[in-house]
């Protein structure tokens, strides 16, 4: 009973979002832009209606209700259910003898509306409904490695999911299969199977983001098969990759360049030396560029970290393992903030421009750390160019040791999506602003 009260509670949020984002359309439409569009009769808004209940009907085929999905997961399928409607509203208004009985400028305008006040109304109203024991799934987790604690934790920091751990008493079970043979795999399905209908199996290779994998049926056998590809690799996506960063970039450059003035500004006040610091990097296909970024350390760098380091040689263990130190005393005053707000990087726009780098990538390794990244991994991350942010940029890069940076950036090639690249940038803006790290 509780299920069918939450879908029918996001039902209900969801309605009235729709129903204030046509208010919203009709305040722009009538009080903002009156002179300039063409006349629209408020009277006749209830003829209107009939688009919210196809944007429902779609959000229920879209599975929006049914199955509970991180943020930036809803997210993707609200925009993609309203794109769906917005085509099917038009469609039908097209192909109909109705057409001139709608104004498609409000129709337009109240898509896009909805597609910023959707989200933020699922958002405030999961935060309600989930403070309430009530509407949360007792999940249990099943894991025979690391992968428990990822889990686990998973469950108790993402709020979103409405989520709670439990051993005993439980409405559905995650697996993790990494650690089990498939004879034990096989009987832990048998035996929870038992005790609910919601099973969630985590396949071994959990390394491959299996949403955008096409599985091909070969029926005579009886089996299927998982065509896997390195996504970043295949030439369409490169192409819609250069697309999207292309025009995201002409949108931003004004703003970089007021920011690039205030910050050469900062730098000079603050120290004696150049503005900018450029350092030969890896780029695609192994071959070197020049990386260009704020500088943010003394010019007599060198001489400051070898006395630091006579009197603190446990800072040698710690570059080994992070290639950082823990207190690094090169780094000047506006460096520092430079470094945590990641506007270090800024000048790299250059390097976009001039073809060395993208927008999302991954990171810019130093030519030093080609061996540490490995032959396997070589071949995959240095096929692309590096990015000015990326995956490791936006999962903790802080506090990420060497090693796991490399596994982010394979894992980011290999499973890419525009959609995902949208969200770690707009997450790079929360680690600006916020000066944290994002997940």
Request: positive net charge; aromatic residues 16%; glycine residues 4%.
């Amino acid at each position: 009973m509780k299920t069918y009260i939450f879908l029918l509670l996001l039902i209900c949020v969801d309605v009235i979002a729709l129903f204030i984002s046509l208010n919203i359309a009709i305040f722009f439409k009538i009080d903002l832009l009156n002179n300039t569009l063409p006349f629209f009769n408020t009277l006749e808004i209830q003829k209107y209606y009939w688009i919210v209940i196809i944007t429902l009907f779609i959000f229920i085929f879209e599975k929006i209700y049914i199955v509970r999905y991180d943020f930036w997961s809803d997210i993707k399928k609200i925009l993609r259910g309203l794109l769906f409607s917005f085509l099917a509203v038009f469609t039908v208004i097209t192909l109909t003898k109705i057409a001139d009985d709608y104004s498609r400028t409000f129709i337009l305008m109240f898509f896009l509306i909805a597609s910023f006040v959707l989200p933020i109304f699922k958002r405030l109203f999961k935060r309600i409904f989930f403070s309430f024991d009530i509407f949360r799934v007792k999940v249990k987790v099943v894991a025979n490695s690391d992968r428990y604690k990822t889990l686990y934790d998973e469950i108790e920091k993402n709020w979103y999911f409405g989520f709670k751990n439990s051993e005993n008493d439980y409405d559905m079970v995650i697996i993790s299969s990494q650690g089990f043979t498939l004879d034990e795999l096989k009987k832990l399905i048998k035996h929870y199977a038992k005790k609910t209908k919601d099973i969630y199996v985590i396949p071994y290779m959990d390394h491959l983001d299996f949403s955008h994998v096409e599985i091909i049926d070969y029926g005579n056998i009886r089996l299927s098969a998982v065509h896997i590809e390195s996504r970043l690799l295949n030439y369409k996506n490169i192409f819609i990759k250069y697309i999207f960063e292309k025009s995201l970039v002409v949108v931003i450059f004004p703003f970089a360049f007021i920011l690039h003035l205030i910050i050469s500004i900062l730098i000079r006040m603050d120290s004696v030396g150049p503005v900018l610091f450029k350092q030969k990097r890896l780029g695609r296909d192994s071959k070197h560029f020049k990386c260009y970024k704020y500088r943010t350390m003394y010019v007599n760098n060198e001489k400051i970290l070898n006395e630091y380091l006579k009197e603190h040689s446990d800072e040698i263990d710690y570059y080994n393992i992070y290639h950082k130190y823990k207190n690094d005393p090169r780094i000047t005053k506006i460096g520092v903030f430079l470094r945590i707000t990641s506007l270090d990087e800024l000048p790299q726009f250059y390097n976009i421009l001039k073809g060395d780098m993208n927008l999302v990538g991954p990171r810019p390794y130093m030519i030093s750390e080609q061996k540490k990244i490995g032959n396997f991994n070589e071949e995959i991350i240095l096929k692309i160019n590096p990015g000015i942010t990326g995956l490791w940029q936006v999962s903790g890069r802080n506090e990420l040791t060497f090693k796991q940076r490399v596994e982010l950036d394979v894992w980011y090639i290999q499973n890419w999506s525009l959609w995902r690249d949208f969200v770690i940038f707009l997450k790079t803006i929360k680690v600006v602003l916020l000066k944290v790290g994002a997940r």
